[in-house]
């Protein structure tokens, strides 16, 4: 399965877009590009994933590449209470997850 | 409420005693799974199980068991604990689908340690 790379922090003002990007050049056709979120040491919880094209929920929008290299998650309206390790994954199946080390993003007041 | 449930929360004990910490999820979900987090290393997988009495270790099974007999309950047993042990661990759960791009729904997390 892929891998990716993420930066390891980043800061965001609060009430701005939060853009976090993600690398998976390795990725293959099959394998689905996931986000998850983890605030302080509780379970991870999903956020969104796509295969192709951009997808949007209530939570956050996601951005691929037409190359499917990178990706980037959008948290349009960042609020405090989004400061958490984000996690993206390159994966064609849940027990194929290899998550790395994450973005830790602060949102600031 | 849909949900992933482990029990106990936080659990201290001692070098060589036999523990399990118990997951259950409520979703009908055939695929389970659980994780280890360490600081610095991220959450690494420790067995899964695609359905009932389906078992596969994952990337640091040493020192771990599973079962899966119902499809439900997912326990981790650790038949002699060590110090290395120490971690934070996550159960997870989600549907097979054909597609297989159903997304992971994790427990609250365990927190152990061994003395």
């Known amino acids: 399965d892929a891998k990716t790379t993420q930066p390891p922090s980043m800061d965001c003002a609060e009430g701005r877009a939060a853009n976090l990007p993600c690398n998976h050049s390795t990725i293959s056709g099959n394998e689905y590009v996931y986000w998850y979120r983890q605030i302080h040491s509780q379970g991870p919880q999903y956020i969104i994933h796509g295969l192709k094209n951009n997808e949007t929920n209530e939570m956050a929008s996601l951005i691929i590449t037409e190359d499917r290299k990178s990706s980037t998650l959008i948290l349009p309206h960042a609020t405090l209470r989004d400061t958490a390790v984000y996690y993206c994954i390159a994966a064609s199946g849940t027990y194929k997850y290899i998550f790395g080390t994450g973005t830790r993003l602060k949102v600031l007041a | 409420e849909a949900q992933v449930t482990q029990n106990p929360r936080y659990l201290i004990t001692v070098t060589g005693k036999k523990l399990t910490v118990t997951c259950s999820q409520n979703?009908?979900?055939?695929?389970m799974s659980w994780y280890r987090q360490d600081p610095g290393l991220g959450l690494r997988q420790i067995y899964y199980?695609?359905?009932?009495?389906?078992?596969d270790k994952g990337d640091v099974p040493e020192g771990y068991k599973v079962s899966r007999k119902e499809k439900r309950n997912f326990p981790l047993i650790l038949e002699s604990p060590s110090p290395n042990q120490t971690s934070l661990y996550f159960c997870?759960?989600?549907?097979?689908?054909?597609?297989?791009?159903?997304?992971?729904?994790f427990g609250n997390g365990t927190r152990l340690t061994v003395t």
């Open positions: 997870a759960s989600s549907p097979t689908d054909s597609s297989y791009n159903s997304p992971l729904h």
């Open positions: 199980s695609m359905n009932v009495e389906v078992t």
């Open positions: 979703m009908n979900h055939e695929y």
